[in-house]
């Protein structure tokens, strides 16, 4: 089956879904399930309303990489298939669009098969995709920083001088990274509400949510290797929504001279499917401007930056849909996925399947796209009126935020799910 063809037949699927559904054939992301009448932990394809079922059809994988290796397919995690590489997930793409196509019977013309494979997306579960052994945030949104910046240092000092050179980031804590649909409790720690007087202790007064996206990393590099930017994309296999809550009140306190401690390592939230590297390519766009140009290591002229549609909305207990607060998109990034993972390695640090690299506060330009709560309600300065007629200058206990994101392609989208997490009291 060669891409020509697969252009003219994939296009439409024999499992039915709306133009608006994010899991059309031109995706096909990949996550971890069980359903209710088969508790095991395996790999699953999202399309339309239903999950595939890999292990189920795992015998159809007859291509020369994947029939070697079918066993990954029913893993309890995504890392062995990440491992394998672009040859593996290639191909696994291509057998999956023939699978699923309306020109192709083998499923869709078995029932017994159908009914085993094929299972309402409101029958399963879902896990996190991976063991996730390191996780990186990184600050890779201009607006953001500078916004940032400014409410605390001021405008003429908004971006330190390192920022326009290299992708900052800092190591995140992978243990309490959760996947969509876990409740966050509000963090306790310590506080300085007053300059003037020493710290509290007691639960954070200003919690914050911050829009992100982030990347799994498939094959890694050995230690004292590393990877270079004109390889980093066969290092990338797939991206999710991430929130990445934050202790305001917690992380100014503590942040100098180290960084982000408690205030980050509470919770973070990643939504469910990894939508692999190959159906978001259809979606690239031009890379920002770098002004000025990057140090060579960095520098590549592929585009690498992706025009994918962000929302947030917060749903407190009295609504039926998630107020809106935020609409951005991926492509406000200043640093591309492949400079973060150039400069996180070029030590020789070695990456490992599973990987999460976050891509930081995706903020732009215009106010409604300013990616926090932070930002939106500019310090506390400016409160939000929400659809019920509530106010927010940060989160409150029982506030729900959904995130949200996907492609517009011609006729269909290629979708994220949601990520989404609801804010219980502090434990106290």
Same mark, same amino acid.
């Given at each position: 089956?060669?891409?020509?063809?697969?252009?003219?037949?994939?296009?439409?699927?024999?499992?039915?879904?709306?133009?608006?559904?994010?899991?059309?054939?031109?995706?096909?992301?990949?996550?971890?399930?069980?359903?209710?009448?088969?508790?095991?932990?395996?790999?699953?394809?999202?399309?339309?309303? &239903?999950?595939?079922?890999?292990?189920?059809?795992?015998?159809?994988?007859?291509?020369?990489?994947?029939?070697?290796?079918?066993?990954?397919?029913?893993?309890?995690?995504?890392?062995?298939?990440?491992?394998?590489?672009?040859?593996?997930?290639?191909?696994?793409?291509?057998?999956?669009?023939?699978?699923?196509?309306? @020109?192709?019977?083998?499923?869709?013309?078995?029932?017994?098969?159908?009914?085993?494979?094929?299972?309402?997306?409101?029958?399963?579960?879902?896990?996190?995709?991976?063991?996730?052994?390191?996780?990186?945030?990184?600050?890779?949104?201009?607006?953001?920083?500078?916004?940032?910046?400014?409410?605390?240092?001021?405008?003429?000092?908004?971006?330190?001088?390192?920022?326009?050179?290299?992708?900052?980031?800092?190591?995140?804590?992978?243990?309490?990274?959760?996947?969509?649909?876990?409740?966050?409790?509000?963090?306790?720690? @310590?506080?300085?509400?007053?300059?003037?007087?020493?710290?509290?202790?007691?639960?954070?007064?200003?919690?914050?949510?911050?829009?992100?996206?982030?990347?799994?990393?498939?094959?890694?590099?050995?230690?004292? &290797?590393?990877?270079?930017?004109?390889?980093?994309?066969?290092?990338?296999?797939?991206?999710?929504?991430?929130?990445? /809550?934050?202790?305001?009140?917690?992380?100014?306190?503590?942040?100098?001279?180290?960084?982000?401690?408690?205030?980050?390592?509470?919770?973070?939230?990643?939504?469910?499917?990894?939508?692999?590297?190959?159906?978001?390519?259809?979606?690239?766009?031009?890379?920002?401007? @770098?002004?000025?140009?990057?140090?060579?290591?960095?520098?590549?002229?592929?585009?690498?930056?992706?025009?994918?549609?962000?929302?947030?909305?917060?749903?407190?207990?009295?609504?039926?849909?998630?107020?809106?607060?935020?609409?951005?998109?991926?492509?406000?990034?200043?640093?591309?996925?492949?400079?973060?993972?150039?400069? &996180?390695?070029?030590?020789?640090?070695?990456?490992?399947?599973?990987?999460?690299?976050?891509?930081?506060?995706?903020?732009?330009?215009?106010?409604?796209?300013?990616?926090?709560?932070?930002?939106?309600? /500019?310090?506390?300065?400016?409160?939000?009126?929400?659809?019920?007629?509530?106010?927010?200058?940060?989160?409150?206990?029982?506030?729900?935020?959904?995130?949200?994101?996907?492609?517009?392609?011609?006729?269909?989208?290629?979708?994220?799910?949601?990520?989404?997490?609801?804010?219980?009291?502090?434990?106290?």
């Amino acid at each position: 089956y060669t891409g020509r063809f697969w252009l003219a037949t994939s296009r439409m699927s024999f499992v039915s879904y709306p133009p608006e559904s994010d899991f059309s054939i031109h995706n096909l992301p990949y996550g971890i399930f069980s359903s209710e009448k088969n508790s095991r932990l395996r790999v699953g394809v999202a399309i339309g309303d &239903h999950v595939l079922d890999l292990s189920a059809v795992s015998n159809l994988f007859t291509g020369s990489v994947m029939s070697q290796n079918r066993i990954v397919l029913e893993k309890p995690v995504l890392n062995d298939f990440m491992k394998l590489g672009r040859p593996a997930w290639d191909e696994t793409r291509q057998t999956l669009q023939r699978l699923l196509s309306s @020109q192709e019977g083998v499923i869709r013309d078995d029932a017994s098969l159908r009914e085993r494979a094929l299972i309402p997306m409101d029958k399963v579960l879902m896990y996190l995709p991976a063991e996730i052994g390191d996780y990186t945030d990184f600050y890779s949104s201009k607006e953001h920083a500078t916004n940032v910046g400014t409410m605390f240092r001021g405008p003429e000092n908004a971006l330190m001088p390192n920022w326009v050179h290299l992708p900052v980031g800092y190591h995140g804590r992978a243990s309490s990274v959760v996947v969509s649909g876990t409740p966050i409790h509000r963090p306790c720690g @310590q506080t300085r509400p007053k300059d003037d007087e020493p710290p509290v202790f007691g639960p954070c007064r200003l919690l914050d949510f911050e829009l992100e996206m982030a990347f799994l990393v498939g094959p890694g590099n050995e230690l004292g &290797h590393a990877i270079t930017v004109d390889k980093a994309q066969d290092h990338i296999f797939g991206m999710v929504i991430m929130n990445d /809550w934050s202790a305001r009140d917690i992380q100014k306190w503590e942040y100098v001279p180290l960084g982000p401690f408690l205030g980050k390592n509470f919770g973070t939230t990643i939504s469910p499917w990894v939508v692999p590297m190959q159906a978001l390519e259809p979606f690239k766009v031009a890379n920002p401007v @770098q002004d000025p140009l990057p140090l060579p290591y960095l520098r590549h002229s592929d585009p690498y930056s992706f025009d994918i549609q962000l929302q947030v909305g917060i749903k407190t207990g009295g609504m039926k849909e998630p107020s809106i607060v935020c609409q951005s998109n991926y492509r406000n990034l200043y640093w591309t996925m492949k400079q973060q993972l150039t400069h &996180h390695s070029v030590t020789g640090c070695n990456m490992r399947p599973g990987d999460l690299l976050a891509s930081g506060t995706i903020s732009g330009k215009t106010p409604d796209s300013f990616g926090s709560m932070l930002e939106l309600s /500019w310090r506390g300065t400016k409160p939000l009126t929400l659809s019920d007629g509530s106010t927010r200058k940060f989160l409150a206990d029982g506030d729900e935020v959904v995130m949200t994101g996907h492609c517009q392609g011609d006729g269909h989208r290629v979708g994220f799910g949601q990520c989404h997490g609801q804010v219980l009291p502090a434990l106290v």
